[in-house]
C-alpha cells in the first residue's frame, strides 16, 4: 500500500537540504569585559569558547565556525577595547575587517554591541563604533545595542540604564536597546531578553536563516512553538492542495512526503535533528517505520474524519473534503509534534535526559493519536479565523 522506496527517497531529500545549510552569523563587539561572552552563552546555552577554538582572524577578530562546531550559528567575537585606545586604530580594524567580511560574500545577520551598565558610562569610543556601524548600509539595520550586566544598574533616579538610553536615543534614534544580564529570573522579570531575541530574529530578511536563528537560541522557546506552527500551517496548505487531487488520501505519498519535511523542520526550529537522531538509530528501516506509521495514521484518520464529513462515503470522496482533511491532519500532527519537541526541549533545560530519537517511539504511541485528534479542532478554528 504504502511506497517505502519513494518514502526512504523523500527523506534523503529532506536530510539534504538541511544538511547543506548556510547558518546565520552574530556578531559581539564592545569594550573589553563588557559581558560579550556570558551574553552569546546566555543567548545559546553553550559555552562557546569551550566549545572548540575559533579562528584567530586579522586584528582582533575570532571566528567561530558553525558547521565545524556542531552549532546553529557561527559567532564573530570581537577582542574588546581597551579604555585608553586610540580610536582611529580600532576604528580602522573594524572597518577593514568588515569590508574583509563583505569581500568573502559573507553576511552578518544579527550584531550585538554590548555596552555595560557597570562601565557607568557611555565612552565615545562606543559612540564611534557605532556610528561606523550604522554607516554601513549592509549591516545598519541588523545592529542593537545590548546594556549588559542591568542587575548592576542603581535603583536611584535616574538610573544608568535610563541615561544610556538617552545618550544612544540622541546619536541614533533609529537604534534599539535592550538591557540584559546573566541571570535567568532577573532577565524574565525586569529586563529585555526576551524582545532583545526577537526582534534581533526579525531583522533577519532571509526567512531559512531567520529559522534557524531562533533554532540555535535556547533562552526563548515560545518563539520556536511560533515558528513551529507557522510551520504546521504552511505544511497544512500545501497538503490541501494536494489533497485536492482525486486519489485516495492513504496512498498519498506526496501528503506523507510533505509531512516527513514538516517534522524534520519542526525538530530542527527546536535544535533537535531528526534525521540525525535516525540516521544513529539505525537509518533506512526506521524512516520507512515512520513513514509507515504516518500512512497509517493518515489512513486511518482520514476515513474516520471522512465519514463524518461526507455520509455514503465509498460512492464518491469530494475532492474539497479530502483537502481539508489531508490539510487538519497535517496540521494536527504538526502542532503535535511542536508540543512534543516543546516538552522535550523543556526536559533538557532542567537537566534531564531526553534524545531526538524518541520521537519514533512517541509517533507509535497512543497519546499522540488522541493528541492529533484533539488538534484537528484547532485547525477548524484557524481557518475559520483565516
Ligand atoms: N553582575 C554581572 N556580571 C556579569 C554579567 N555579564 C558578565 N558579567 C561578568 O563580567 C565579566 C566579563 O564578562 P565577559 O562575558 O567575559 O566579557 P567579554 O566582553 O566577553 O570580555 P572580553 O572577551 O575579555 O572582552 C565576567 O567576570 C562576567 O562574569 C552580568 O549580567 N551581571
Ligand atoms: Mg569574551
Redesign the pocket.
Known amino acids: 500500500m504504502i511506497n517505502t522506496k519513494r518514502i526512504e527517497e523523500i527523506v534523503n531529500e529532506a536530510r539534504k537540504e538541511f544538511k547543506s545549510r548556510v547558518l546565520p552569523t552574530v556578531m559581539?563587539i564592545?569594550?573589553?569585559?563588557?559581558?560579550?561572552?556570558?551574553?552569546v552563552n546566555t543567548v545559546f546555552g553553550k559555552e562557546i569558547a569551550h566549545v572548540g577554538v575559533g579562528e584567530a582572524q586579522t586584528k582582533g577578530f575570532t571566528r567561530y565556525d558553525g558547521n565545524k562546531l556542531g552549532l546553529n550559528f557561527n559567532l564573530i567575537?570581537a577582542?574588546?577595547w581597551e579604555l585608553g585606545e586610540d580610536e582611529n586604530i580600532q576604528l580602522n580594524k573594524i572597518s577593514e575587517y568588515l569590508d574583509g567580511v563583505k569581500k568573502s560574500g559573507e553576511s552578518i545577520q544579527v550584531i550585538w554591541y554590548?555596552i555595560?551598565i557597570?562601565a557607568r558610562r557611555i565612552q565615545n569610543m562606543d559612540i564611534c563604533i557605532l556610528d561606523l556601524l550604522m554607516k554601513r548600509k549592509e549591516i545598519s539595520k541588523n545592529v542593537f545595542v545590548v546594556f549588559?550586566?542591568?542587575?548592576?544598574d542603581s535603583p536611584s533616579h535616574p538610573n544608568t540604564s535610563d541615561e544610556y538610553l538617552k545618550i544612544i536615543g540622541d546619536h541614533f534614534p533609529q537604534l534599539k536597546c535592550f538591557r540584559?544580564?546573566?541571570?535567568q529570573a532577573l532577565n524574565r522579570q525586569h529586563f529585555d531578553m526576551s524582545d532583545m531575541i526577537r526582534c534581533s530574529s526579525e531583522r533577519i530578511d532571509d526567512e531559512e536563516l531567520a529559522d534557524i536563528f531562533v533554532a540555535a537560541q535556547s533562552y526563548e522557546l515560545s518563539l520556536k512553538r511560533e515558528k513551529a506552527n507557522k510551520f504546521a500551517k504552511t505544511s497544512a496548505f500545501q497538503a490541501a492542495v494536494a489533497g485536492a487531487t482525486p486519489i485516495p488520501i492513504a496512498d498519498s505519498i506526496i501528503i506523507v512526503g510533505i509531512q516527513i519535511r514538516m517534522i524534520t523542520k519542526i525538530g530542527l526550529i527546536y535544535g533537535f535533528n531528526l534525521m540525525e537522531s535516525v540516521a544513529a538509530n539505525g537509518g533506512e528501516a526506521i524512516i520507512s517505520q515512520i513513514g509507515k506509521l504516518l500512512a497509517k495514521n493518515l489512513g486511518e484518520r482520514a476515513i474516520a474524519e471522512l465519514t463524518k464529513l461526507i455520509p455514503g462515503i465509498g460512492t464518491l470522496v469530494g475532492s474539497a473534503a479530502n483537502a481539508v482533511v489531508a490539510a487538519s491532519i497535517t496540521y494536527s500532527l504538526g502542532r503535535a509534534v511542536s508540543e512534543y519537541y516543546y516538552s522535550l526541549y523543556k526536559k533538557l533545560l532542567t537537566g534531564q535526559q531526553a534524545s531526538g530519537g524518541d520521537i519514533i517511539k512517541w509517533l507509535s504511541n497512543e497519546d499522540f493519536l488522541k493528541g492529533i485528534e484533539s488538534r484537528i479542532e484547532d485547525y477548524q478554528r484557524m481557518t475559520e479565523e483565516n
Open positions: 559581539v564592545g569594550a573589553s569585559g563588557s559581558g560579550k561572552s556570558t551574553l567575537d577582542e574588546g554590548c555595560s557597570d549588559t550586566k542591568a542587575d548592576m540584559v544580564c546573566d541571570d
